[in-house]
C-alpha cells in the first residue's frame, strides 16, 4: 500500500495543471507544514526563530521546471535579493537553488547566466548557494553546470543522492573540487535501470558516500531525518576523529522537529532546509510520496486557510 501511495503522490508531483492550480489558489492545503510562507518576509520570520533555537538554515524559493525564460530570469532575482535579505538582517543562512529553476530546461547560456548572477551576489554577501539535485535525466547536467561554475566560485555546493547507481563514481569525479556535497537518498521517480529500487541498497550506499567524503576531508551534509543514517554518522565521526566543523546534519522544515533540537543539544551542528514561495505543489507532493503518514497533516490543513 505505501508503495502505490508513494507512486500516486510522485505522479501528482509532476503534474503540470494541478501545479498550476495550486500556485493560482494560492497557500493552503496542508503546505504551511512543510513551506515556511509565500512570502519572504515570513521566511524570514521563520529563520529568525531557528537560528534562536541553534539552527543555521538553507532558505530556497520554491519553483522548478520553469519554461519560460522570464520566469526563469525574476526566480534568479528573486534568489539575489533572498542572499541581500539575509546578509541585511544578519540571519544564520545560505540558499539552495534548482537548475530548472534558473532555466536549465530553456538553455545552457540562460542557466549559467542567471547563476553567475546569483553567485556574485553569494560572494559579495558571504552566502553558500547550494545546487539541488532534481531528476536522473538532469543529473549529468546540474553536474557539469557545477563543474564550470565552481572552478569561477568558491561559495558553491551541491546535492548527490544515494539511490543513483552513479553517485560513487560522481563523488569521484567532483572529488578535485575538494566539494561541500549534501547527501541525500533522492526523492524523484526513477526507474530500477538507474536507481536502486531496494530502500536497504539506498542506506547503505547513503552510508558509503558519508563515509568517503568525510575521509577525505571535506565538509560534509548529512541530509536526512533516518535514526539510523544519524547514528551511523555519529558513531563514524566519533570513531575516525571527525572534527565537528566538517560535518552538519540537514532536515527539512518541518519534519522531525525534536531530533533537530536534540541533535542541537548534543552540539551537533544542524541546518534546516527551509522553502517558501507559492509553487509548493511539487515539494509537498514529494513529502508525502516520502512518508504517506504526512498526508493526516495535509487533511488538517484542508480546512484551514
Ligand atoms: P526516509 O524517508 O528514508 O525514512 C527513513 C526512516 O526515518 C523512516 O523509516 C523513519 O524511521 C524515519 N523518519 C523519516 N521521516 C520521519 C518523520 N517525519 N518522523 C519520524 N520518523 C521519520 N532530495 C533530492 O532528490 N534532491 C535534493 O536536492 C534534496 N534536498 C534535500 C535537502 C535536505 C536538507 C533533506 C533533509 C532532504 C533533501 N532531499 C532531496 C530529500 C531526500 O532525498 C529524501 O527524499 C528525504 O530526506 C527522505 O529520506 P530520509 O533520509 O529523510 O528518510
Same mark, same amino acid.
Given at each position: 500500500?505505501?508503495?502505490?501511495?508513494?507512486? !500516486? !503522490?510522485?505522479? =501528482? &508531483?509532476?503534474?503540470?495543471?494541478?501545479?498550476?492550480?495550486?500556485?493560482?489558489?494560492? *497557500?493552503?492545503?496542508?503546505?504551511?507544514?512543510?513551506?515556511?510562507?509565500?512570502?519572504?518576509?515570513?521566511?524570514?520570520?521563520?529563520?529568525?526563530?531557528?537560528?534562536?533555537?541553534?539552527?543555521?538554515?538553507? =532558505? $530556497?524559493? =520554491?519553483?522548478?521546471?520553469?519554461?519560460?525564460?522570464?520566469?526563469?530570469?525574476?526566480?534568479?532575482?528573486?534568489?539575489?535579493?533572498?542572499?541581500?535579505?539575509?546578509?541585511?538582517?544578519?540571519? $544564520?543562512?545560505?540558499? &539552495?537553488?534548482? +537548475? /530548472?529553476?534558473?532555466?536549465?530546461?530553456?538553455?545552457?547560456?540562460?542557466?549559467?547566466?542567471?547563476?553567475?548572477?546569483?553567485?556574485?551576489?553569494?560572494?559579495?554577501?558571504?552566502?553558500?548557494? /547550494?545546487?539541488?539535485?532534481? $531528476?536522473?535525466?538532469?543529473?549529468?547536467?546540474?553536474?557539469?553546470? !557545477?563543474?564550470?561554475?565552481?572552478?569561477?566560485?568558491?561559495?558553491?555546493?551541491?546535492?548527490?543522492?544515494?539511490?543513483?547507481?552513479? /553517485?560513487?563514481?560522481?563523488?569521484?569525479?567532483?572529488?578535485?573540487?575538494?566539494?561541500?556535497?549534501?547527501?541525500?537518498?533522492?526523492?524523484?521517480?526513477?526507474?530500477?535501470?538507474?536507481?536502486?529500487?531496494?530502500?536497504?541498497?539506498?542506506?547503505?550506499?547513503?552510508?558509503?558516500?558519508?563515509? +568517503?567524503?568525510?575521509?577525505?576531508?571535506?565538509?560534509?551534509?548529512?541530509?536526512?531525518? #533516518?535514526?539510523?543514517?544519524?547514528? *551511523? /554518522?555519529?558513531?563514524?565521526? #566519533?570513531?575516525?576523529?571527525?572534527?565537528?566543523?566538517?560535518?552538519?546534519?540537514?532536515?527539512?522544515?518541518? +519534519?522531525?522537529?525534536?531530533?533537530?533540537?536534540?541533535?542541537?543539544?548534543?552540539?551537533?551542528?544542524?541546518?534546516?532546509?527551509?522553502?517558501?514561495?507559492?509553487?509548493?505543489?511539487?515539494?509537498?507532493?514529494?513529502?508525502?510520496?516520502?512518508?504517506?503518514?504526512?498526508?493526516?497533516?495535509?487533511?488538517?490543513?484542508?480546512?484551514?486557510?
Amino acid at each position: 500500500m505505501e508503495k502505490v501511495l508513494r507512486q !500516486f !503522490f510522485l505522479f =501528482l &508531483s509532476n503534474n503540470s495543471l494541478l501545479k498550476t492550480l495550486a500556485k493560482r489558489y494560492g *497557500f493552503q492545503f496542508g503546505a504551511s507544514r512543510f513551506v515556511a510562507g509565500s512570502e519572504l518576509s515570513y521566511a524570514a520570520e521563520n529563520i529568525r526563530q531557528l537560528n534562536h533555537k541553534g539552527m543555521a538554515v538553507t =532558505l $530556497d524559493h =520554491l519553483g522548478e521546471y520553469v519554461t519560460e525564460e522570464e520566469e526563469a530570469r525574476a526566480r534568479t532575482y528573486e534568489t539575489m535579493k533572498t542572499i541581500k535579505v539575509i546578509d541585511k538582517l544578519g540571519l $544564520d543562512s545560505q540558499v &539552495s537553488v534548482k +537548475m /530548472t529553476s534558473m532555466g536549465m530546461d530553456i538553455s545552457e547560456k540562460l542557466v549559467m547566466e542567471n547563476m553567475r548572477q546569483i553567485l556574485e551576489v553569494g560572494k559579495q554577501h558571504q552566502v553558500l548557494v /547550494t545546487i539541488d539535485m532534481e $531528476d536522473h535525466a538532469r543529473c549529468e547536467k546540474t553536474l557539469t553546470i !557545477f563543474e564550470t561554475l565552481k572552478r569561477e566560485y568558491d561559495l558553491l555546493g551541491i546535492v548527490l543522492q544515494s539511490y543513483l547507481y552513479r /553517485t560513487v563514481s560522481d563523488l569521484e569525479r567532483l572529488e578535485p573540487y575538494q566539494p561541500n556535497v549534501r547527501f541525500v537518498k533522492g526523492a524523484y521517480k526513477e526507474s530500477e535501470e538507474v536507481a536502486y529500487p531496494h530502500k536497504t541498497d539506498v542506506d547503505e550506499n547513503l552510508k558509503k558516500l558519508i563515509a +568517503m567524503h568525510l575521509d577525505n576531508g571535506h565538509f560534509t551534509a548529512i541530509g536526512s531525518h #533516518d535514526d539510523a543514517i544519524i547514528e *551511523f /554518522t555519529k558513531q563514524y565521526v #566519533d570513531e575516525h576523529n571527525i572534527p565537528r566543523y566538517q560535518f552538519e546534519f540537514q532536515m527539512l522544515y518541518g +519534519m522531525r522537529l525534536e531530533l533537530q533540537e536534540k541533535l542541537v543539544n548534543e552540539g551537533y551542528n544542524v541546518r534546516i532546509y527551509v522553502p517558501y514561495g507559492r509553487d509548493w505543489f511539487g515539494y509537498n507532493m514529494r513529502r508525502l510520496a516520502e512518508r504517506p503518514a504526512n498526508v493526516a497533516f495535509v487533511l488538517k490543513g484542508l480546512f484551514k486557510k
